[in-house]
C-alpha cells in the first residue's frame, strides 16, 4: 500500500507512475476526494471539541458562582452530537478510504524501463550458450513419456489438467532438486530455512498484495476463508506480519512450499506438460531489510538465483521487467529465465521483486532505529521454480538414445544416479 502523504504531497509522480504502469487513476481520483473530505471533518471537530474544552470550564465557574448553567449546558449536549456524528462520519471515510487504497498498485522505480508490455524489457546479462544436439530435440513431455517419470493422464484423473504427477525418478528429481536449492541458500547464501503452511488467511493475502487484485486467479477454501497459497511469499513475509522486528536487519527467509494458481485467464492456453499448471513447487527467498539497502539487496537476491542456475550448468538471461510488466506490488522486478531446446523458447524460473514498503505498510512490519519504529523494505525471489526448472533440464540434457544426463550438483541428492533411463 502507499503511504497516503506521498499521494497528497506528490500526487502528480504517483499518477505519472501509474500511467507508466499503464493502471487506472480511478483510485486515486476517490482517495483524494476522501481525504480531503476527511482531513476537513478532522478540522471541523477539533475545533467542536476544544470549545467543548473550553465551556466545560466556564461552566464549572458558573456552577461555583451558584448560577444556572441549563442553557449552556444543553448547548454542550446538542455539540456532543455533532462530535459524534463527525467521528461516525471519519470512521467511515477510514473504511472507504482503506478499500480504495488497497486497489492502487506500487509505483515503478525510477531505474526501470518505461512501456506498456512484454516487449519493452531489458535484457540485463546472459549466461551460457545454448545446447547443441546432432539430432531434433525433444520436448520434455516426449521425453518424459519415454522414459516414464511423469504421468499426467492418471493425474488428470486424479484432480484435474493442470496438476502433474511425478513418478520414480521423476519423483526423486524433484525431491533431489528441493534439496539442493534449499542447502545452498542455507548454507551458502545465508537463509534461515521455514516450513510454512500451504494455505493462508485474507489478512496474510491482502498483507502481500495478493488480495483484492488476484482474488481470480487463486483457489479460495470458502468455508474457512483460508487461501491456497500462489507462492510462499504470502506465508513467509507474513511471518512478521503487525510486529516491529528485535533482531538486526537485513533478515533473509526461504522455505519450499507447492504453489496453487488457478490462472482465471489463461484458459486455451496448454494444458499438458510442465509449461502451465495449477500446482508447482518453489523454493522462495524473502528479505526484509532497511530502506537505504534494498536495491543493492535486489541484486544479490537475484544473484541467488542465478547460482542456482548456473551450478545446474544451464543457459539462461537476466530481464529487467518494464513498468508496464511489473507485478502488482512490485516497484522494480528481474526475471530470470531458462532457454528450454524443445519448445525452441525462453521459460521464466525466477522473478526477484523489490516491494520497498509496499507490503510492509499492508503488513504492518517495522523495526526500530534511533529510537523510532520504522516500516522494513520487503524482498522475495524464486530460488527457483521447478517445474519449468525440470523442463529445462530435460530438454538441455537429453541424449540421443532418450536418456538424460543428470547434472553434476544434483548427482549427490540423486543417490549416485548419473542418469535417467528408460525402466
Same mark, same amino acid.
Given at each position: 500500500m502507499l503511504d497516503i502523504k506521498r499521494i497528497r504531497e506528490n500526487e502528480?509522480?504517483?499518477?505519472?507512475?501509474? @500511467?507508466?504502469? /499503464? %493502471?487506472?487513476?480511478?483510485?486515486?481520483?476517490?482517495?483524494?476526494?476522501?481525504?480531503?473530505?476527511?482531513?476537513k471533518l478532522l478540522t471541523d471537530v477539533e475545533a467542536l471539541k476544544n470549545r467543548r474544552n473550553v465551556v466545560s470550564k466556564e461552566i464549572g465557574v458558573l456552577k461555583k458562582k451558584g448560577e444556572n448553567t441549563d442553557t449552556i449546558q444543553a448547548e454542550m449536549r446538542d455539540l456532543g452530537n455533532k462530535i459524534t456524528a463527525i467521528d461516525v462520519q471519519v470512521r467511515e471515510i477510514d473504511v472507504q478510504l482503506d478499500a480504495q487504497m488497497l486497489l492502487i498498485p506500487n509505483i515503478p522505480?525510477?531505474?526501470?524501463?518505461?512501456?506498456?508490455?512484454?516487449?519493452?524489457?531489458?535484457?540485463?546479462?546472459?549466461?551460457?550458450?545454448?545446447?547443441?544436439?546432432?539430432?531434433?530435440?525433444?520436448?520434455?513431455?516426449?521425453?518424459?513419456?519415454?522414459?516414464?517419470?511423469?504421468?499426467?493422464d492418471?493425474?488428470? @484423473?486424479?484432480? /484435474? %489438467?493442470?496438476?502433474?504427477?511425478?513418478?520414480?525418478?521423476g519423483a526423486r528429481l524433484q525431491r533431489a532438486l528441493i534439496s539442493f536449492m534449499l542447502d545452498m541458500h542455507v548454507k551458502e547464501h545465508g537463509y534461515k530455512e521455514l516450513w510454512p503452511p500451504a494455505v493462508c488467511n485474507s489478512a496474510s493475502m491482502r498483507g502481500t498484495g495478493q488480495l483484492p487484485k488476484m482474488a481470480e486467479d487463486m483457489y479460495h477454501v470458502t468455508l474457512d476463508d483460508l487461501w491456497l497459497i500462489p507462492t510462499a511469499e504470502v506465508p513467509v513475509t507474513n511471518y512478521y506480519r503487525d510486529e516491529i522486528l528485535d533482531k538486526p536487519l537485513p533478515i533473509y527467509l526461504t522455505a519450499y512450499t507447492s504453489c496453487f494458481r488457478r490462472e482465471a485467464g489463461s484458459a486455451g492456453k496448454e494444458t499438458r506438460g510442465l509449461i502451465r499448471v495449477h500446482q508447482f513447487d518453489k523454493v522462495e527467498m524473502v528479505k526484509f531489510v532497511e530502506p537505504e539497502t534494498s536495491y543493492d539487496e535486489l541484486e544479490l537476491l537475484?544473484?541467488?538465483?542465478?547460482?542456482?542456475?548456473?551450478?545446474?550448468?544451464?543457459?539462461?538471461?537476466?530481464?529487467?521487467?518494464c513498468s508496464g510488466d511489473i507485478s502488482f506490488s512490485a516497484a522494480k522486478c528481474y526475471d530470470i529465465e531458462l532457454w528450454a531446446p524443445g519448445q525452441n523458447d525462453w521459460l521464466e524460473v525466477s522473478s526477484c521483486s523489490n516491494f520497498e514498503d509496499f507490503q510492509a505498510r499492508r503488513a504492518n512490519i517495522k523495526y526500530r532505529k534511533d529510537g523510532k519504529a520504522r516500516l522494513v523494505h520487503t524482498l522475495n525471489g524464486s530460488g527457483v521454480a521447478l517445474a519449468r526448472l525440470?523442463?529445462?533440464?530435460?530438454?538441455?540434457?537429453?541424449?540421443?538414445?532418450?536418456?538424460?544426463?543428470?547434472?553434476?550438483?544434483?548427482?549427490?541428492?540423486m543417490g549416485g544416479i548419473t542418469k535417467l533411463e528408460k525402466t
Open positions: 502528480k509522480e504517483v499518477r505519472q507512475g501509474l @500511467k507508466n504502469r /499503464g %493502471a487506472d487513476t480511478t483510485a486515486i481520483d476517490k482517495v483524494t476526494s476522501l481525504d480531503k473530505d476527511r482531513r522505480h525510477s531505474s526501470i524501463p518505461v512501456g506498456p508490455d512484454k516487449f519493452s524489457n531489458k535484457v540485463v546479462r546472459e549466461f551460457g550458450k545454448p545446447a547443441t544436439f546432432n539430432f531434433k530435440p525433444k520436448t520434455h513431455v516426449e521425453i518424459g513419456d519415454n522414459l516414464g517419470i511423469f504421468d499426467f492418471r493425474a488428470t @484423473k486424479m484432480t /484435474g %489438467a493442470g496438476f502433474p504427477l511425478f513418478v520414480g525418478t537475484v544473484s541467488n538465483a542465478e547460482d542456482v542456475l548456473k551450478r545446474l550448468g544451464l543457459h539462461y538471461r537476466v530481464l529487467m521487467l525440470v523442463v529445462a533440464i530435460l530438454e538441455n540434457y537429453q541424449q540421443a538414445d532418450g536418456s538424460v544426463v543428470i547434472p553434476e550438483a544434483l548427482v549427490p541428492y
